[in-house]
Nanobody
């Protein structure tokens, strides 16, 4: 079973920075990730896309984070990152890591989710 372990959340003042990490519990040889993604869910709201990065390195960002957040991946470590700068109170949410990939003993790629990490930005 593949697990995604997120770290790096916490409390930060507006204008500050945080870096989230999401590590797969299996190596790339066993768990091949096509696309990594970060999503967030604020209280009482739906889960929204923040950013994605494909195996080729193409990135996509929500308009609200463009120019402030950067998604990246380290294929050797089977890990994705989200660098968040110039944080705003509106960025407060639980952030979830997503990996769309082919797991062990699987013939079809599917979505895998992390447990979520809280990011709180104070004004």
């Amino acid at each position: 079973q593949v697990q995604l372990v997120e770290t790096g959340g916490g409390l930060v003042q507006a204008g500050g920075s945080l870096r989230l990490s999401c590590a797969a519990s299996k190596s790339r040889r066993i768990f091949s990730v096509n696309t990594w993604g970060w999503y967030r869910q604020a209280p009482g709201k739906q889960r929204d896309l923040v950013a994605t990065i494909t195996s080729g390195g193409s990135t996509n960002y929500a308009d609200s984070v463009k120019g402030r957040f950067t998604i990246s991946r380290d294929n050797a470590k089977n890990t994705a990152y989200l660098q968040m700068n110039s944080l705003k109170p509106d960025d407060t949410a639980v952030y979830y890591c997503n990996a769309y990939g082919l797991g062990p003993f699987s013939t079809m790629a599917r979505d895998y989710w992390g447990q979520g990490t809280q990011v709180t930005v104070s004004s």
